[in-house]
Antibody, heavy 115, light 107 residues
Framework: EVKLVESGGGLVQPGRSLKLSCAAS????????MGWVRQAPGKGLEWIGE????????NYTPSLKDKFTISRDNAQNTLYLQMSKLGSEDTAIYYC????????WGQGTLVTVSS | DIQMTQSPSSMSVSLGDTVTITCRAS??????VNWFQQKPGKSPRRMIY???NLADGVPSRFSGSRSGSDYSLTISSLESEDVADYHC?????????FGGGTKLELK
């Protein structure tokens, strides 16, 4: 069974940084692109970016490229999202996603940016 | 970025209805459109991939179709468990983009 479990969310002050993790199991993590999607409260879904199997290619939505960094550790079956210079507009549930077509989603982790 | 214009944004439905939700792509995205179902407080679930293919475990009352740049999700004989939000996604071009979502509500 595919499982994607995000962690690392919480309350963070504006301007600070936060790093999210996604622990993957139930499939061969090394064989798949992985990505992140977010959803602001009561809003639609926004694709953040994705990373290929060996981390040689990382794509971002242009508006988020300067503040978010995606990485992965294949030995630990873990995907990461480093977020910097956070603002209130970044308050959202952050989902880990399997594959470019998003075959599976994690349960999400809530990030709240507020002073 | 490619715009996926999803309609309607909300819909009042009855059990047993046939429901159709549509996304119109601003550019050609080929077959690279997925549909997701999202229930309150839950993460999305892939229902349809590559425009017309039913994802594993999805009931056969769900179907996807394409007509030119219009992509549709149809639910035949709506059941109570189908009342949810639905989202389309194009992943033909970067960045992938979602439609605005459709909320189904029971009359």
């Amino acid at each position: 069974e595919v499982k994607l479990v995000e962690s690392g969310g919480g309350l963070v002050q504006p301007g600070r940084s936060l790093k999210l993790s996604c622990a993957a199991s139930g499939f061969n993590f090394n064989d798949y692109w992985m990505g992140w999607v977010r959803q602001a409260p009561g809003k639609g879904l926004e694709w953040i970016g994705e990373i290929n199997k060996d981390s040689s290619t990382i794509n971002y939505t242009p508006s988020l490229k300067d503040k978010f960094t995606i990485s992965r550790d294949n030995a630990q079956n873990t995907l990461y999202l480093q977020m910097s210079k956070l603002g209130s507009e970044d308050t959202a549930i952050y989902y880990c996603a399997l594959g470019s077509s998003i075959a599976y989603w994690g349960q999400g982790t809530l990030v709240t940016v507020s002073s | 970025d490619i715009q996926m214009t999803q309609s309607p944004s909300s819909m009042s439905v009855s059990l047993g209805d046939t429901v159709t939700i549509t996304c119109r792509a601003s550019q050609d995205v080929g077959i690279y459109v997925n549909w997701f179902q999202q229930k309150p407080g839950k993460s999305p679930r892939r229902m349809i991939y590559r425009a017309t293919n039913l994802a594993d475990g999805v009931p056969s009352r769900f179907s996807g179709s394409r007509s030119g740049s219009d992509y549709s999700l149809t639910i035949s004989s709506l059941e109570s468990e189908d009342v949810a939000d639905y989202h389309c996604l194009q992943y033909d071009e970067y960045p992938p983009t979602f439609g605005g979502g459709t909320k189904l509500e029971l009359k």
